[in-house]
């Protein structure tokens, strides 16, 4: 089977198994397992940011992150596609009571102009304004990677204006090894990160929330009522630690994939349209009449899997489970498929 419906569909390698199985632990929610402190420390230091806070998933450590950056009653501002609109099963309304301001940015991008333009004033008829999400790479867009004078940009505006800023970077490394920038110069732009280590990591689960001392410490609270905290999860942090070792780099072999898959997409008859590959994520649009459900019916046939993204759209998502000789087969198979 050739499994490309996401990056989180990877299953851990022997050698991460190893080291999950040597792990030191200890009650997390003392705060005193030990690999979980190792892997809260290096990510914060790698990111330029103060702690870190060890979490189920990246939904929570974005929920959490909403959460502790506002007051019921607030408005968040994020992008139109972002994750924490689309896909949080509306938890921003649900866990911390805000009210969205959707912007229609360039692939899920958006500039300082057009957060200057979405803030309420301050006068009681409107909620307040109190945080900015930007995700980087912007999943709903096919991967697409933030210019990062765009962020800077925005960084300063909003320290400016003392409005928190927040990074959904569920696939932040696979951002970073495209634009170039250095980890700490890039986290440093951020009031809170989200890491993922489940996506192109490999990991089989966890993410990282990111911070200052007292941000950290609320979330601390806030992970505890969303029922997050958990024990001896050293072992989830080893396979994080081990993936930051040696899972990085190989991200780049993902990205050559991707690209490869858009370039042999972009000649079939029967595609009418493909994103740019900016990383990992490949999203293409079928020729009129086509839909989604029955291409990905003709890939299951081919013992390939994929997900329909919107009624004439498909996506393909490359990772550490998908070989080149996956690559390989699966374009054979895109050439042998009539429609
Ligand atoms: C996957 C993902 C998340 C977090 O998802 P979980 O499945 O909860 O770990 C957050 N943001 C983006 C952009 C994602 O792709």
């Known amino acids: ?113 057009a957060v200057k333009s979405n803030i309420n004033p301050s006068d009681s008829h409107y909620s307040r304004t109190s945080l900015v999400c930007i995700e ?28 928190p800023f927040h990074l959904d970077g569920a696939r932040v490394v696979n951002a970073l090894l495209e634009n170039g920038v250095d980890w700490k110069t890039y986290g440093g732009q951020f009031d809170s990160i989200s890491v993922c280590l489940s996506k192109g990591l490999g990991t089989p689960g966890g993410s990282v929330l990111l911070g200052s001392r007292d941000f950290i410490k609320e979330a601390h609270r806030t992970r505890k009522v969303m029922g997050g905290g958990m024990r001896q999860v050293g072992i989830l942090a080893a396979a994080g630690l081990y993936a ?58 081919e013992d390939i899997f994929a997900l329909p993204f919107g009624i004439d759209q498909m996506r393909f998502v490359t990772h550490l489970d998908y070989s080149e000789s996956d690559l390989n087969a699966t374009i054979e198979a895109l050439n042998r498929l009539k429609f």
């Open 244 to 301: 930051l070792d040696h899972n990085v780099e190989r991200m780049r072999e993902d990205h050559q994939r991707a690209r490869q898959l858009g370039k042999s997409l972009s000649d079939l008859s029967w595609v009418s349209q493909v994103e740019d590959v900016d990383t990992n994520i490949v999203i293409f649009k079928l020729r009129e009449g086509l839909l989604a459900v029955d291409c990905m019916e003709a890939l299951k046939k």
């Open 136 to 163: 980087d790479t912007v999943n709903k867009a096919g991967g697409a990677v933030y210019d990062f004078e765009q962020i800077k940009a925005l960084s300063s505006f909003c320290k400016t204006l003392e409005l």
């Open 1 to 113: 089977m050739i499994d490309l419906r996401s990056d989180t569909v990877t299953r851990p390698t022997k050698g991460m198994i190893e080291a999950m199985m040597k792990a030191k632990t200890g009650d997390d929610v003392f705060g005193e397992d030990p690999t979980v402190n190792e892997l809260q420390e290096r990510l914060a230091s790698e990111f330029a940011q103060e702690a870190g806070l060890f979490c189920p998933s990246g939904t929570m450590t974005n929920q959490i992150a909403i959460n502790v950056h506002t007051r019921p009653g607030d408005e968040v501002i994020c992008d139109r596609l972002s994750h924490i609109y689309n896909y949080e099963g509306g938890g921003i309304a649900r866990n911390s009571g805000c009210s969205v301001r959707l912007l229609n940015g360039e692939r899920g991008r958006f500039g300082v102009e």
